[in-house]
């Protein structure tokens, strides 16, 4: 009985394990220390990206501008490592700028009624355009002074043979795991995704929360940006392209309604991973890039469903 | 409603002679996307050329959206425009913004993609075949006619992966001792090429050279070789600035260039000799080079 319940609360970590078996019985080179530091590396990115996502979709949103808002903060954050600025005045002007932008989007959520779909998708539509008039539509370097090679670090360097955008990713994770299950803050995220009328009856400032949500998933996006251009020493102005789509992927596979209230920052690693562990399977078996669409499509439908069906019969 | 009637007579003579204005010395270019050095650097080279030849040149974005082509297609088309050229955001989905140019009487240049239907008087653009073909033999040259390729595609399906994709493969298969060790997409993409490329480094212990569909691709794979302090050595394809510099800095070895600059300007000397009733060849090739160090 035990067994079963712990399935069916981790039902994405055991896809996860599946997969990895499936695909180390596939290709010889999968299981390896450098193989999987490589896929924490890649992960890492959608991983701070879908952790932001987790705090919106658990009050019942959706945050879309998170891709343009990954591009923006890399273009700003290149051109400022580009012009000799103070590696933390950068970093710090990219975070706070992620977070209003995010916070912007909270408040036309907020104070204007609009859904959150539609506001993000109006966010999502004019960052991007605000990311070409800034880039010019071409990329940008992070430059040659010495600041630029400790930007790099950011991206591509290690501590004690842990990529650091790895550390990164952990940290935060720790960070959000805390505020979401520790913190009166975490406790109205989910009263609102819950029932916002009577979260709002028992006295918590909606708005502030729903703005809050909002910022902590741009700063979080702007810091997948960081990590992203110190990788390349370049801002692209296409970056992030789709990427809300492999967030919200991974909040879903990792068993959080859409429907908020209901979700954990757990499940949401685990959800990147599984992306992540598919997009190198797939790499690593040299699957034509046509299939490699579906394969990809049909392991999120599997995923979900087999999660779905394990919620109905709990 | 005199004074009304005065009006609409009024703006529909102002609106007529501006129109006429246009007419003659004004020339649209639809371009797929503005959100790529490639795109925005053959819209640099058209424009010098129409300054330098007195034309007005109006550009349009289409986003890479063929619905967004088509709307743009009929904004400009009532502008009452001298000539269109047009950059397909994909072959054949431009179809019906050719034709509405052609109801229109607008005479059409594609520029560097192609279009599968509809009334075209000229195409202007680099032989992605033959640039591949050039790739292929240089990395034959560099191994000696012996080693293991990796091939870094663009999107699937888009003419360019498959034009330059066979033009490469059609070179390497001359020689038997190569072989191609992974062939995997990265869609045009940097960041997609780190990723992927790091993959490939994964699961392949030997590799002596990587041929990407573009050069985003190619730094982006350059990254994950520096990363992974292995000696390989990349060869891009369109000669951005970027590619440029990583060739003449010595992490890439060649970058076959596309002259984009090239295939806007002689875009728009061949809507000038159309204008000016001159022939003009179905298709102009716009000559590629290999840029090496």
């Known amino acids: 009985m035990k067994i079963k319940e712990f399935a069916l609360e981790n039902i994405p970590l055991i896809g ?123 990329p940008i370097s992070t430059g040659d002074f010495e600041v630029a090679n400790a930007f790099y670090e950011l991206g591509g360097g290690y501590v004690a043979g842990i990529p650091i955008p790895v550390i990164i990713a952990g940290v935060v994770f720790l960070v959000c795991w805390y505020v979401l299950n520790h913190t009166r803050m975490g406790r109205h995220v989910y009263a609102i995704g819950g029932n916002e009328q009577v979260a ?7 708005s502030a929360v729903k703005i809050t949500v909002f910022a902590i998933s741009g700063a979080l996006a702007a810091l997948a940006g960081i990590i992203l251009t110190a990788r390349l020493e370049s801002a692209q102005p296409t970056a992030g392209l789709a990427y809300e789509l492999d967030a919200i992927a991974a909040v879903v596979l990792g068993g959080t309604s859409l429907m908020g209230g209901r979700g954990r920052i757990t499940g949401t690693l685990i959800g990147a991973l599984i992306i992540g562990v598919l997009n190198n399977a797939l790499n690593i078996m040299d699957v034509s890039s046509y299939f490699q669409m579906i394969a990809k499509g049909g392991v999120i439908l599997l995923a979900v469903v087999l999660d779905r069906r394990g919620k109905t019969t709990e | 409603m005199k004074k009304l009637l005065r009006l609409a007579v009024a703006t529909a003579v102002l609106v007529g002679s501006t129109t006429s204005a246009l007419a003659n010395d004004t020339l649209a270019l639809v371009v797929s996307t503005l959100n790529n050095p490639f795109f925005v650097t053959l819209k640099e080279g058209a424009e010098a050329k129409a300054g330098e030849l007195g034309y007005k040149l109006l550009v349009l974005d289409s986003q890479n959206d063929p619905a967004k082509e088509l709307a743009n297609v009929e904004d400009v088309l009532n502008k009452k425009i001298a000539l269109m050229m047009i950059n397909p955001t994909d072959s054949d989905a431009v179809r019906s913004a050719i034709r509405a140019a052609n109801r229109k009487k607008v005479p059409v240049v594609t520029l560097d993609r192609g279009a599968n239907s509809g009334k075209v008087v000229s195409h202007v653009a680099s032989d992605n ?91 982006g794979a350059i990254k994950a070789i520096q990363a992974a302090k292995r000696d390989i050595i990349v060869v891009g394809f369109d000669g951005t600035d970027d590619a440029v510099a990583a060739v003449k800095k010595g992490s890439m070895l060649a970058t076959v260039a596309q002259q984009a600059g090239r295939i806007g300007s002689i875009g728009v000397e061949t809507a000038d000799m159309i204008l000016k009733g001159k022939t003009v060849p179905k298709y102009t090739p716009v000559p590629l080079q290999v840029i090496t160090k």
């Open chain 1, 16 to 138: 996860l394990v599946i997969l990895m078996i499936l695909v180390s019985l596939a290709s010889p080179s999968f299981l390896s220390v450098d193989n999987f530091l490589n896929i924490l590396r890649q992960t890492s990115i959608n991983a701070i990206i879908a952790m932001g996502m987790t705090f919106v979709i658990l009050t019942a949103g959706i945050d879309l501008s998170v891709g343009s808002i990954l591009a923006f903060a890399g273009a700003v954050c290149a051109s400022m490592i580009g012009a000799d600025t103070p590696l933390l005045v950068a970093l710090f002007t990219t975070l706070a700028i992620g977070a209003a932008l995010g916070a912007a989007s909270g408040s036309i959520v907020s104070f204007f009624g609009v859904q959150p779909f539609i506001a993000t998708l109006v966010g999502m539509t004019m960052i991007r355009g605000a990311v070409l008039v800034y880039t010019d539509g071409r």
């Open chain 1, 200 to 206: 709002k009856l028992a006295g918590v400032n909606v």
């Open chain 2, 129 to 219: 075949v033959q640039g591949g073909m050039m790739a292929g033999d240089l990395v034959k040259k560099m191994l000696n006619g012996k080693g293991k390729v990796v091939e870094l595609q663009g999107v699937p399906g888009a003419s360019a992966t498959r034009d330059r994709g066979e033009g490469f493969n059609k070179s390497i298969k001359e020689a038997t001792g190569i072989t191609v060790v992974a062939s995997q997409t990265a869609d045009f993409d940097r960041t997609k090429g780190l990723n992927v490329m790091e993959n490939i480094l994964q699961a392949q212990p030997e590799i002596d050279a990587v041929f990407a569909q573009n050069d985003e691709m190619a730094l």
